[in-house]
């Protein structure tokens, strides 16, 4: 069977200014830019993972769009009991003005739903995620290995715990379960302080968490996006695959509860400036053909004329488009470049929270007689490290997708599955012949344990590297962009600002 892969989903994005970190301390925060290479971390040096940010994905859901077997799909949910029995450790903070504008591929009834099968997808991912960050041992001999703690965020001495991880998703069922069950699974046992539940903050995350938000984060967004699909080589495709839109929704047609489908869009690209339009859009959209099929494909539903090569050929022109779209610096930028600017911000707060704290170290230090040795050892960072250690985002496809974009990573061979996390680890490089001196700041990102290189950095080989300097990431997710046509300015980028000329 094919392997069904997920359709587009709209996600997250978060401003701020750029933070120009200024060392706060003599010991720690000392940069020996000398002694690293700006390519890759210098062979001697150790490397120690200060901070991990997980966006993922949902698990599997329900059809977006509301088809006519609807007590068929209800059943495929979970029990209330069961949703009610990851919730219990978890508060959901929502802003005082109440909920967001209702997405279009939030979904009705039984349709846009976490199914119980995506829950228990989520679940897993917890445990997964649990394994990954824990070293077990203190007593592992770690002198071979480059990475302290073998890579590990949490150890005995600095535990997984609540108090340590900060969450956020979008303001869809679909997410909140998903991170209330990967919670679950990453904290097996009850949450001891039944009064200090997990937080999941949804506070405006609808309108920067997805590349496609209703309305868009900036006005000219949906005429970029439009002029964008008019390049030359995207309706030739396009002209080149009418007859499978056609044909395969006709073939859908049967299975389509039109009444309740009326008004349903979204998706890069699919969005039509004259919204009156979409009552004549005339075939269904790429991104709603796909997410169909793949739902019904998934369980042996699809229509008989349908085979396995219909969906693969929508799913991969679905995939393409997105990439094709996003891919472009302008509308990457304009699409998520809050959701990476505030990525990127959490790790340069968690560097001047480090200097800070290391300053009140060394303090005791010079009061105390404490060796500069020991200030490395995680037992003086435990209790004065304010920044979350381990932040989640419940999100989409789509929000994979855009931040993949963004911070020019190279695309994956597969589009990201249910359950999918995109996984960025704030790495420190330590001199390992003086402990206490910083030498930079390293940014890894990876995708389902597969990690991924950044176009925006060469190594000496002039391949892709497979690690950022935070301070090169920052510097490019600021970096501005401007779109030519006919040698004339058409689009513009710059920082929180994206201008139609």
Known sequence: MMKSRALLSPWIIISFSALQLQPKSRVYCSLVAAASSFSKPHPHSKLRVRQVQVIHRHGDRTPITPLKDEEYWASQLPQPGVLQGIAKDTKLLRPPEGGPKKHGAVGRGPFGQLTMMGLLQMVALGERLKEELEHSSENDDDKSHQFVNQGRLFTPIKPLHPSRVKVMSTDFPRTIQSVQALLTGLFPDANPDVNAPIEIDLRHTNSYFIPDP????????????????????????????????????????????????????????????????????????????????????????????????????????????????????????????????????????????????????????????????????????????????????????????????????????????????????????????????????????????????????????????????????????????????????????????????
């Open 214 to 501: 209703q309305p868009r984060q900036y006005a000219e967004q949906i005429s970029l996006e439009s002029h964008l699909s008019k390049r030359p080589h995207l309706l030739s495709r396009e002209e080149k695959l009418q007859e499978l839109a056609h044909r395969v929704t006709a073939e859908l047609h049967e299975y389509i509860n039109h009444e309740g489908a009326k008004g349903i869009s979204f998706g890069i690209g699919e969005e039509k400036e004259d919204a009156s339009q979409a009552a004549i859009r005339q075939p269904l959209a790429w991104a709603q053909l796909a997410e169909m099929l793949v739902c019904l494909h998934s369980r042996e539903l699809l229509p008989p004329t349908l085979t396995e090569e219909d969906v693969q050929a929508v799913c991969d022109h679905v995939a393409w488009k997105w990439f094709e779209n996003l891919r472009h610096p302008v509308l990457a930028k304009s699409a998520m470049w809050k959701f990476a600017s505030r990525l990127v911000e959490n790790m340069q707060q968690k560097v001047e929270s480090d200097c800070k704290c290391w300053e009140c170290i060394e303090n005791e230090h010079h009061e105390h007689g404490v060796s500069t040795e020991m200030l490395v050892k995680e037992e003086y960072e435990l209790e004065c490290t304010e920044e979350p250690w381990l932040c989640i985002y419940s999100a989409h496809d789509s929000t994979l997708i855009g931040l993949l974009s963004v911070l020019q990573l190279e695309q994956p061979a597969e589009w990201p599955e249910y359950g999918s996390a995109l996984k960025l680890e704030l790495i420190r490089e330590e001199d390992n012949s003086q402990p206490a001196k910083v030498l930079q700041h390293w940014v890894r990102l990876s995708l389902n344990g597969q990690v991924l290189r950044s176009t925006w950095l060469a190594d000496e080989s002039g391949h892709p590297s497979t690690m950022v300097p935070l301070k090169k990431l920052a510097s490019m997710i600021h970096s501005e962009h401007e779109l030519f046509e006919d040698e004339r300015l058409k689009y513009s980028w710059k920082p929180g600002l994206l201008e139609e000329h």
